[in-house]
């Protein structure tokens, strides 16, 4: 775009569907294979932009640490919050953000192959004040949507539960003019669609339009779907992570004896003995003998403190969960 744009990534959440995984690891920082997520996002924007910024509040001092660590010629700017101001909050206190004409804005936990080129032509040929990346099949009844005219533009939003097949979903990516942010208060928290995109679709004098795209996305909101993102993604990306025979993901220095595993994610120095697993979350470091489970749990066998609660059940010395 020849106007100036910032991109920023949302990082400061909790996390707290998918604990005990975020008990002690940020979002951004769950693994995807043997990088991070917040890695693989870093890496479509570097070499396209000279800067980013990322916002942390949760377990923020491990994840300044990890950005630390990312090779890349692109400057990233990390704005440590205090508490968590929202979405839309995050960008509002921060001055660097109004020397831009544009945002670029991306979920922290989405984990995509982006077509960030084409947003943004998009969003400047048609000289839009907001517009939003959605997909075209994603599954509206899961994630809610957008509801647009015959021409594209936004005319309002809807929850999950309330979506139809017509509405699209929002991928979590969008571009929009720092104009519209003038009036807004820096003292509250806000969000994105309820507190500014709600009001901007009523209001015909935003061009507040959607780009519809198939393309590569996983939500990774909770464990179920982080399982099925993590299988999904080293799948079509060949990692060497992924074992084909059995659709399962083997992270590094996991270690699978004597079991079936089938449709699972076994994380980080985890051990799996004499066992069956189906479609199930095998946490960090758990240590699994002589179990059979399937249909979608997450195991553990750390973190007794995290794991109270009717939800879970101690079978053979490991917590369950289902999904």
């Known amino acids: 775009m020849k106007s100036s744009l910032l991109p920023f990534i949302l990082a400061a959440g909790k996390g707290e569907r998918l604990h005990p995984l975020t008990c002690f690891v940020p979002k951004p920082l769950l693994p995807i294979g043997e990088q991070p997520l917040i890695y693989l996002t870093l890496a479509q924007l570097s070499g396209t932009f000279e800067k980013v910024v990322v916002n942390a509040y949760h377990l923020a001092d491990m994840l300044i640490s990890s950005i630390k660590q990312f090779e890349s010629p692109m400057k990233i700017i990390v704005s440590k919050e205090k508490w968590l101001r929202g979405t839309l909050g995050a960008l509002l206190n921060l001055d660097l953000v ?19 080129k084409d947003l943004l032509e998009f969003h400047e040929k048609n000289r839009n004040d907001v517009t939003l990346l959605v997909l075209k099949n994603a599954d509206v009844s899961e994630y ?62 935003y061009r507040f339009y959607v780009l519809a795209r198939d393309f590569e996305w996983y939500d990774i909101g909770t464990p179920k779907r982080y399982l099925n993102a993590v299988c999904g993604w080293l799948r079509k990306n060949n990692s060497h992570l992924y074992d084909l025979n059995t659709n399962s993901c083997f992270m590094p220095n996991s270690l699978v004896v004597n079991s079936i595993v089938e449709d699972s994610v076994i994380m980080k120095n985890a051990r799996v003995k004499d066992s069956v697993l189906k479609r199930c979350l095998v946490a960090p470091g758990a240590e699994i003998e002589s179990l059979t489970l399937a249909d979608s749990f997450i195991v553990a066998s750390q973190w007794k403190q995290w794991l109270s609660g009717s939800c879970w059940r101690e079978i053979n010395n490991v917590f369950v969960k289902p999904i």
């Not at 804005?105 to 982006?114: E, M, P, Q, R, Y």
């Not at 979506?163 to 969008?174: I, K, M, P, Q, Y």
């Open 98 to 116: 109004f020397n831009y004409d544009y945002l670029m804005v991306v979920n922290g936990d989405s984990l995509a192959k982006w077509p960030i």
């Open 144 to 205: 809610g949507g957008v509801l647009v005219d015959k021409y594209n533009r936004v005319k309002g939003f809807v929850k999950p539960g309330d979506a139809f097949r017509e509405t699209l979903v929002f991928s979590g990516l969008h571009v929009l003019s720092t104009k519209i942010l003038q009036d807004l208060s820096t003292s509250e928290k806000l969000e994105f669609v309820s507190d500014l995109y709600a009001h901007l679709a009523s209001d015909k004098k």
